[in-house]
Every structure is written in structure tokens, then in C-alpha cells.
């Protein structure tokens, strides 16, 4: 398991383990005690079956049903063995910790804690999901195709997961639900081609249902006071939940403009599942049974609609240049918002459709999709996205504490403000060069020269913007993504020989990431706040960035990301606030 709260998850790249020793406590447990975090299981379970049936030349329809299962085991591993059989020298014999699980309090040494607060999370939840579905599709007639369809998905949401201290359980939490939502959708789809110009039209019916109950009540409700919690279903009047059907239209038209180009444009609406965590979710505090979380299964669906107006053009018959702008606007994306009353004994956070988001930009592609000899394509894509919440993220039942909170500047930054546009411009670039299956001489029946294929795959993506305001807690009012990390490209090849052998088809290859020996100085390689921020100081940044900084930058060009080249000999910048000061260093650096 990849975290001690109790949430799903594995370690799938050695990024994500460098992620969870990156400027966090007790650094050397992590690294050393095999049982910092619970062993993980995770098995999943599929199977499924297709039918297609011709009804005649023009139209057919296929019937599709499938069930997949999750199921999830965390728990501790094995106990640790507190029989004292090492001896290390001439000191006192130990037992094998730090290896084996240890609930109760040990012994350890410095910075290296030996148990509690190892493998908290638990998890035996099992998620099964049904789908059926089902679809036809008919050639009216030559300019004219019509599809439609219908799909009804069942979910048994038997979910457990939680985290246990049993020595420090305050704090610590378990959620638990048993619930089976449903939903559905119905769509259908005209596809009209007339003299090169190509129209389709449909329009998609979603159905939601979380099925069961959910409780009528006030925000600050003493039911999810520790005392009461355990009596909502008798404290707290039974609504039933509510039926969600939504309309979602879809078009795309595409149209000639000449011969070698056209011009089209796609516009539709789209909404997302909620997760089961958000239906159905009562967290619990396990040491008091306060709630700490709440879920709300009738919140509206996340909806996104989206715009995109393109035009391709063909040149010389060899390349394919495709232009495309596009816009997308997210809204009643969940979030959460707390609840606190006078007496502090209500203090919850609650899913709220309160979240919005904006995503703009445009692609220029290039592709060669034939040739003898090289195909490929390159593409850059630049993208801006903007986003913000409406309304405040805590709400006080006490009337003075709210207007303290609505009243202080940095809460209206963070509730009200909205993010500026960011942006987030990337490239990519596939580019294969190989030889005919039929070039070069023939040796002993094979073309040694013949069927190479050399793949090269690039990238970039420009640094992420984040703000610093000089480390050791400093903030500075309206200061935002004032800096950005160096940019981030890579090479990867893939050389192939593909052989024919007695009649059997072989390819011998050979992959090879980051071909040109990159160096990329991660954000995970900090052991603390005060590491973190000793680099961030040893950068010169530019003027208009360190100069209203605080702990007094010199200024360069460099950027997050620099790092001192290997071999270079180190030499320390002493930051004087006066000239006069120079006087008193041997070897003064500006």
C-alpha cells in the first residue's frame, strides 16, 4: 500500500515511492523498515461476451456483457520476532527490528522509529460492476447512417477500508458502505456524408440512480457529534435518493474547403460518473466515532462541454497539416467544504458540486503516414486552464468566526480567487525510418539491409509553475506561480529487424529510453522544508522574480531545476546587504 491512511493504492514506479520520502518525517523508517506500509493485494477478475449479428447488407447489431471484480487485501504483514538473538560486536544482544510488523511501542535508534504508525491501512473492500450493453448500426442509404444504443451498468459497492493505530488511534478513521447505484444511457447518432461534406448529430441520455436512502438535515446537526454519530439512521429523517437524467447534445460537422483541405468543428456535452466515494462516504473518527466526512449521492453529475474547430490540409500529397483550437468548460466538480458548529463537536467536510474549471488551446500537427522510407508526425499542443470554487470552502455556525473568516485576506485569496491562466505547452514528435522489405542483396535466402525499422519518440513539456515567496512559511499577498521549473524533454528509440524464417515471422528489437542520458533534477529529492529551501536560496533568480523576495536573492537567470554541473568545484555566494561589508571577505562572489 502506498499510503497509512487507509486509501487504495500501490507503488506502480519508483516515482511514486521517491513521492512518499520527499520532505516528510522519519525518512530512514520509510527507507529501512519493511513494514512501514501494509503489504497490498489487489485482484481483479473479468469476464465478458460479445454477440454480432448481421441482420443484411446495411445493418447489424452486437450485444455486449461483461462483470468485473476488484477486490482488495490490506493488511499487516508478519509479527515481529522480540526474541533478543543478534549480538553486533560486544553490545547487547537484539531482536530483528526494524524488519516485522510491531503495533506497541519499542525500542529504536536515532532517526530511525522502529514501530508505531507502521502499515495503518486496512482494506477489504469488493467492487463489483455488471455491465450490459447493446448497439445497431444501419447504412439507411448512401449519404445517410444512423446508430443508436443503450447500456445499464450495476455496481455492488461492498466497501471497507480504514486506518488502525492501535496505540495512537486518535485521528484515525474507517469508511464503510454496502450499496448498489445504478445507472444508464441511451444514445443516438445520425451520420449524413453529401458531396464531401460529412454532419453528425446525436444526442446521449445518461441515467443515474444511487439507489437506497439519504438523511434530511441541518449543516451543523448534532448527529454527527462522536456521542450520537452511531444513531443516524434513527436521529435523522429517510429521504430517499434522487434520479438523475440528463440531456447531453453532440454534433461534429466537416466540410471541404478545396480539393486538398476542410474545415470542421465538434461541439458537445459530457457528463462524468461520480465516484462511489462520493455517494454513499460516512468517515468516522475511530477513537470518538465523530464524523469527519460526508458524502452527498444527489449531488448533480460533473459536466463538461466542449468546443473544437479544426482544419486539415493536405501538401504535396505526402503530408497532412491539422490546425485545431479547442475550449472546455468544467463545472459541479466536487470538492469539499467544512462545517464547523459553536461548540467544535460538529467539525465535517462534505462533498459539494462547488468547483469549476476552464481548459483552452490549440494543436498544430504535421504527419507523414507514408513513404519508403520515414513516416511519423510531430504535434505541439499549447494549453491554458483556469479554476476557482464558489463560495467558501469553511462555514462556522458561530456568525462572529465566519465574519473573521470571510473578512481574512488570505481566505478570500484561496476560496475566492480565481486561478489565473497557466500555461502548459507541450510537443511530441514519432518519426520511424526503416528500408523496403525488398531492399538490398539477398544472403542465403535473407536481406540483411531490408526491414529495419528505427523508431525515435520525443518529448517536451514545459516546467510547472508554483510559487515561492522565500521559504520558512513567508507568504506574500497576490503572489502566485511566480516561478517555474526547468523544462522537462526526453528521447527514446526503438531499433527493430524483422526476418522471415522458414515461413515464420520473427522481429528482433531493441528499446532504449532516454537515449541522450538526460538529467532531470526531480522535485522528490529534498530531505526537508529547510533542504528545500536552502536550494530554492542557492538560485540566482531573475530580478523581477528575487528582488521582493525577502532572504536577499542575487540575480541570474537560473530557474528551479538547476543543479551545479558534475566536476565543478563548489563555491559559496555570500549575500552582503552594503559594499562596506565586501571588505570583511577574503574572496568576495557576486
Do not use: C
Not at 522480540?82 to 510491531?102: C, I, K
Amino acid at each position: 500500500n502506498n499510503n497509512n491512511a487507509g486509501l487504495a493504492g500501490v507503488y506502480t514506479t519508483p516515482q511514486s515511492i521517491a513521492a512518499n520520502l520527499n520532505q516528510v518525517s522519519y525518512i530512514d523508517a520509510r527507507i529501512f523498515a519493511m513494514d512501514y506500509w501494509a503489504p497490498t493485494v489487489i485482484t481483479r477478475t473479468m469476464a465478458g461476451a460479445r454477440f454480432t449479428h448481421v441482420l443484411s447488407p446495411e445493418t447489424f447489431y452486437e450485444v455486449s456483457s461483461s462483470v468485473f471484480r476488484t477486490a482488495y487485501d490490506t493488511n499487516p504483514g508478519r509479527g515481529r520476532d522480540n526474541t533478543r538473538r543478534y549480538v553486533f560486536g560486544n553490545a547487547d544482544s537484539v531482536d530483528e527490528a526494524p524488519f516485522g510488523f510491531q503495533p506497541a511501542p519499542s525500542t529504536g535508534i536515532d532517526g530511525l522509529r522502529m514501530s508505531v504508525g507502521f502499515s495503518n491501512s486496512r482494506d477489504t473492500s469488493r467492487v463489483t460492476v455488471w455491465t450490459n450493453r447493446f448497439d445497431i448500426s444501419s447504412q439507411v442509404d448512401r449519404y445517410d447512417q444512423v446508430k443508436a444504443g443503450a447500456e445499464f451498468v450495476y455496481v455492488d459497492n461492498n466497501v471497507n477500508y480504514g486506518s488502525v493505530d492501535i496505540f495512537l488511534p486518535s485521528g484515525r478513521s474507517r469508511s464503510s458502505w454496502h450499496t448498489f447505484p445504478k445507472r444508464a444511457a441511451a444514445y443516438i447518432q445520425d451520420k449524413i456524408e453529401f458531396e464531401g461534406m460529412v454532419a453528425n448529430i446525436g444526442v446521449r441520455f445518461d441515467y443515474s440512480y444511487a439507489g437506497g436512502y439519504w438523511y434530511e438535515y441541518n449543516p451543523y446537526d448534532k448527529a454527527f457529534t462522536g456521542d450520537l454519530s452511531l444513531g443516524l439512521d434513527t436521529l435523522l429523517v429517510h429521504v430517499p435518493t434522487k434520479k438523475r437524467v440528463t440531456v447531453s447534445p453532440r454534433l461534429g460537422v466537416s466540410f471541404p474547403v478545396t480539393e486538398d483541405s476542410k474545415l470542421y468543428f465538434n461541439y458537445g456535452h459530457f457528463r462524468s460518473m461520480p465516484t462511489p466515494e462520493n455517494l454513499f462516504l460516512i468517515r468516522r473518527y475511530s477513537d470518538n466515532n465523530q464524523v469527519t466526512r460526508l458524502a452527498d449521492p444527489n449531488a448533480p453529475l460533473p459536466k463538461t462541454v466542449q468546443y473544437e474547430l479544426g482544419y486539415d490540409q493536405n501538401l504535396f500529397d505526402q503530408f497532412l497539416l491539422h490546425l485545431a483550437g479547442y475550449y472546455k468548460d468544467v463545472t459541479d466538480e466536487p470538492t469539499l467544504t467544512e462545517y464547523i458548529s459553536k461548540d467544535k463537536k460538529v467539525d465535517y467536510s462534505k462533498t459539494t458540486p462547488t468547483f469549476y474549471e476552464d481548459i483552452r488551446g490549440f494543436e498544430i500537427s504535421l504527419t507523414k503516414n507514408r513513404g519508403d522510407w520515414i513516416t511519423g508526425f510531430i504535434n505541439y499542443t499549447y494549453e491554458v486552464s483556469s479554476s476557482g470554487r464558489f463560495g467558501w470552502s469553511v462555514y462556522y455556525q458561530n456568525p462572529f468566526q465566519q465574519f473573521q473568516y470571510e473578512t481574512d485576506p488570505y481566505n478570500i485569496e484561496n476560496d475566492l480567487y480565481q486561478s489565473k491562466p497557466v500555461p502548459a505547452p507541450y510537443a511530441r514528435a514519432n518519426v520511424s525510418l526503416f528500408t523496403p522489405p525488398d531492399y538490398g542483396p539477398a544472403l542465403g535466402g535473407l536481406k540483411p539491409l531490408a526491414d529495419w525499422r528505427l523508431n525515435l519518440l520525443g518529448n517536451w513539456q514545459a516546467g510547472s509553475y508554483f510559487t515561492w515567496a522565500g521559504g520558512g512559511g513567508t507568504a506574500i499577498a497576490g503572489l502566485k506561480n511566480n516561478v517555474q521549473w526547468r523544462d522537462y524533454y526526453n528521447l527514446d528509440l526503438r531499433l527493430s529487424k524483422a526476418l522471415k524464417i522458414a515461413g515464420v515471422n520473427v522481429e528482433f528489437f531493441m528499446d532504449m529510453t532516454n537515449v541522450l542520458n538526460t538529467k532531470h533534477f526531480t522535485t522528490y529529492g529534498f530531505k526537508d522544508g529547510n533542504d528545500y529551501s536552502a536550494y530554492m536560496r542557492s538560485l540566482h533568480l531573475p530580478a523581477g522574480i528575487g528582488d521582493r523576495l525577502s532572504y536577499g536573492n542575487i540575480p541570474g537567470d537560473d530557474r528551479p531545476g538547476d543543479y551545479r554541473n558534475f566536476g565543478v568545484e563548489f563555491v559559496p555566494i555570500v549575500y552582503k546587504t552594503n559594499a562596506d561589508a565586501l571588505s570583511q571577505d577574503r574572496n568576495p562572489v557576486s
